[in-house]
């Protein structure tokens, strides 16, 4: 997670104004994620507060305070608002409290050594599929 | 070390220790330095800044580096990924280079659950002049590069990994450099200013 805050953007082009790299498909090998690609890229957040703008805006609205996530094909999409950002391979997420980071770790000995993955999570009170 | 210039070197202009942190408005450790034009060989960076415990006691708790300027470095015009719980920036000026700046830090592996971090704070960060007059009206010598403001911080732990399976290091989701993300580490950036990024180059 990458936190701005009072941010002052001046000429910033919103084609230009962030790009989030999908994983690189050459990861998926031994010496890194072993059969999966590691999906860190995909696993983050930004989250701008108090912006400020000064000439050109990289959006119209001049948003304040937003959030940027990943375009997780099946998964974003899903997200309260949230609108695509195709130049951004993101989605921008505003007035959306409940996007946050959730981490948790094996404690096994060997955690560094086996990999449990995927894992998928469904939250059945709320979910909204 | 204060008012220097470094200008036209390979791989880095400046190796420097940082201060003690919060004593960015008096320290003369590392000051009103600039480096532009860096790169060749295998890096491109304008200042690589270090903790020194020569320097500060503490600093393997938290170096901080300010006031200095890099441009058009072919890397990063500033970057440190160094052994502390904390690095700083404070007042770095930026114009045109390539990755921006860059503040990563590294913890032991055994650290990796304690709180540690990066902080970039009240900096300028420019992209690119419309009215450069670096490169010649037909363009004959320049190359455009793909350019961002911000290298995106890493905070990861690592350590000797004597307990860990090589192969199987960079477990389990994080692809990074060096180690593993730090499950407790932030990535703060405050009151920076961003300017003139209207195209990719």
Redesign the interface.
């Known amino acids: 997670?990458?936190?701005?805050?009072?941010?002052?953007?001046?000429?910033?082009?919103g084609?230009?104004?962030a790009y989030m790299t999908d994983?690189?498909p050459g990861?998926a090998n031994?010496?890194?994620?072993?059969n999966f690609v590691?999906?860190?890229?995909k696993?983050t957040l930004y989250k701008f507060t108090n912006n400020k703008y000064?000439g050109?805006a990289p959006m119209p609205e001049k948003t304040p305070s937003f959030l940027i996530i990943p375009d997780v094909p099946g998964y974003t999409d899903k997200f309260e608002n949230c609108v695509k950002k195709k130049e951004w391979n993101a989605y921008m997420c505003v007035n959306n409290p409940d996007v946050g980071m959730l981490?948790f770790?094996?404690l096994d000995e060997d955690?560094?050594?086996?990999?449990?993955?995927p894992i998928f999570i469904q939250n059945f009170a709320d979910s909204k599929q | 070390m204060t008012n220097n210039i470094a200008g036209g070197c390979i791989s880095y202009g400046f190796n420097a220790p940082g201060h003690e942190c919060g004593k960015s408005k008096t320290q003369t450790t590392f000051r009103n330095n600039v480096a532009h034009s860096v790169g060749g060989g295998k890096n491109g960076i304008g200042a690589a800044i270090y903790p020194s415990s020569s320097i500060d006691s503490k600093s393997a708790t938290c170096f901080e580096a300010s006031h200095f300027t890099a441009y058009k470095c072919v890397e990063m015009g500033i970057f440190s990924s160094y052994t502390s719980k904390k690095v700083i920036y404070n007042g770095i000026v930026a114009i045109d280079n390539v990755h921006g700046i860059a503040a990563q830090t590294v913890v032991a592996t055994e650290d990796e659950n304690t709180e540690f971090g990066s902080e970039i704070n009240n900096c300028k960060i420019f992209g690119d002049f419309a009215d450069s007059l670096d490169c010649p009206p037909d363009k004959s010598f320049c190359s455009g590069y793909s350019k961002c403001g911000i290298f995106t911080s890493q905070n990861n732990a690592n350590g000797a990994e004597k307990y860990h399976a090589s192969m199987m290091k960079h477990l389990p989701t994080w692809k990074s450099a060096s180690g593993s993300g730090g499950w407790k580490a932030r990535a703060i950036f405050r009151n920076n200013h961003f300017k003139g990024f209207l195209s990719a180059t």
């Open positions: 997670m990458q936190e701005f805050i009072d941010t002052t953007l001046e000429d910033v082009d084609n230009y104004f994983p690189n990861w031994l010496a890194d994620c072993g590691c999906t860190g890229p696993n000064l050109v981490l770790e094996s955690r560094w050594d086996r990999n449990v993955a």
